[in-house]
């Protein structure tokens, strides 16, 4: 009566890996002042930057103001000169139309004078062509009677005087 007996021996090869996964993000954010960034979350650490401008925003507005500021002056002082300029230029004219009108004014004068000395010769033409000349003749007729009668008065004042 006997038994039987049986054995085995199995072996199991049982593996364990580790697989370690590193989660990299990053955030940005703003400071409170909007003035720099923080970068967080990357490889386990926190890296703070700060961003400036070195004074150019500043440097900016100071020459945006001296700009202004110099325009401002070139415009008052070009004003300036124009109405120096006008104030000038009308003076000129004023002065010019003056002697202008006392020119015309005196041409006026002679003009008036020389229309009136014109005047009396047609009045003496149409006279003298109205009457035929008769008038003018006639008295250069008298003239001439009265210097015959001197004549022969002379003469014979004269003769009485001889006798």
Known sequence: M???????????NVTNTTTTTH?????????????????S????????VSLTDHGAVTKAGELAELALT???????????KTAEVSKNAIKSVSDSNHENLQVLAGMSG?????NSANLEALRELAQ???????????SQMVKVVFAVSL????VVYLGSKGT
């Open 70 to 80: 110099s325009n401002a002056e070139v415009s008052k002082s070009a004003l300036d």
């Open 128 to 138: 003298a062509k109205s009457d035929g000349g008769q008038v003018q003749t006639s």
């Open 2 to 12: 006997g038994g039987s007996s049986r054995s085995s021996n199995k072996t199991k």
């Open 110 to 114: 002679q003009q008036a004078k020389q």
């Open 23 to 39: 989660n990299t993000s990053g955030t940005a954010g703003v400071s409170g002042d909007n003035t720099g960034v923080v970068l």
């Open 151 to 154: 004549a022969a008065v002379a």
């Open 41 to 48: 979350g990357v490889s386990n650490s926190s890296v703070n």
